[in-house]
């Protein structure tokens, strides 16, 4: 044991300070954090008869879900040539979409709910 301790001793004294360095990435080698790429995912509340927010600003590709909260069934339906519609949204349902364009929409059944979609 004591010949053990001696050798163990003798290593630990022999060392230089420079050995003893932790080597730490340059600052060129460390990962940045990634920005923010690809779609988003947006909420669009139904409640109160009112789509909430009334306008969202997103970019193409992006999801908008819209939840409906109220009581009774809505819809959301692009208003202008009713390119796409999600048809009846029951209370507590979802209706997502992907977005290809600017879009004003509106709800068919009730039609004094409107919303606009804006692509930044």
């Known amino acids: 044991i004591f010949t053990c301790i001696l050798i163990c001793f003798s290593l630990v004294s022999c060392t230089h300070p420079e050995d003893n360095s932790i080597n730490v990435p340059e600052a060129d080698s460390v990962n940045p954090v990634p920005e923010k790429s690809g779609p988003e995912l947006h909420t669009v509340e139904i ?6 927010p009334e306008e969202i600003n997103v970019k193409i590709g992006d999801t908008i879900v819209w ?7 809505h ?12 048809g009846n949204i029951v209370s507590g349902a979802s209706w997502k979409m992907a977005v290809k364009s600017n879009a004003d929409y509106f709800c068919a059944i009730h039609q004094v709910m409107n919303g606009k979609i804006k692509v930044e």
Do not use: G, I
């Open 47 to 52: 409640n109160a008869m009112k789509f909430q």
């Open 67 to 73: 939840t409906n909260h109220d009581m009774v069934t």
């Open 75 to 86: 819809c959301v339906t692009e208003e202008k040539t009713k390119a796409w519609t999600s």
